[in-house]
């Protein structure tokens, strides 16, 4: 299974970005679609997540900013809004597929100020 990442970008502070993150070929509905976020020099963060039912959760920082979505495609999105300085970094998404993680390439993200 490989996640192909879009949407990634430079944006002033304040600004917007979508990012989505789908999988070649056909694949089994995953349990979880997560977006991560790795910053220069520091460990991947967890920012968001979706699961099979529905059910969303966030990372304190981002919560009310960013929104987390999927589709019946098994493409999954992150809308983010409001977006900070401090949000630069290389975004991630994983699926979770059985108990299989499945990461993208990364696609940066960078917001000046």
């Known amino acids: 299974v490989q996640l192909v990442e879009s949407g990634g970008g430079l944006v002033q502070a304040g600004g917007s970005l979508r990012l989505s993150c789908a999988a070649s070929?056909?694949?089994?509905?995953?349990?979880?679609m997560a977006w991560y976020r790795q910053a220069p020099g520091e460990e991947r963060q967890f920012l968001a997540a979706i699961y099979s039912n529905g059910f969303t959760k966030y990372e304190d920082s981002v919560k009310g900013r960013f929104t987390i979505s999927r589709d019946l495609a098994n493409t999954v999105y992150l809308q983010m809004n409001r977006l900070k300085p401090e949000d630069t970094g290389v975004y991630y998404c994983?699926?979770?597929?059985?108990?299989?993680?499945?990461w993208g390439q990364g696609t940066q993200v960078t917001v000046s100020f």
């Open positions: 994983k699926f979770v597929i059985g108990t299989i993680d499945y």
């Open positions: 070929g056909t694949i089994i509905s995953p349990v979880v």
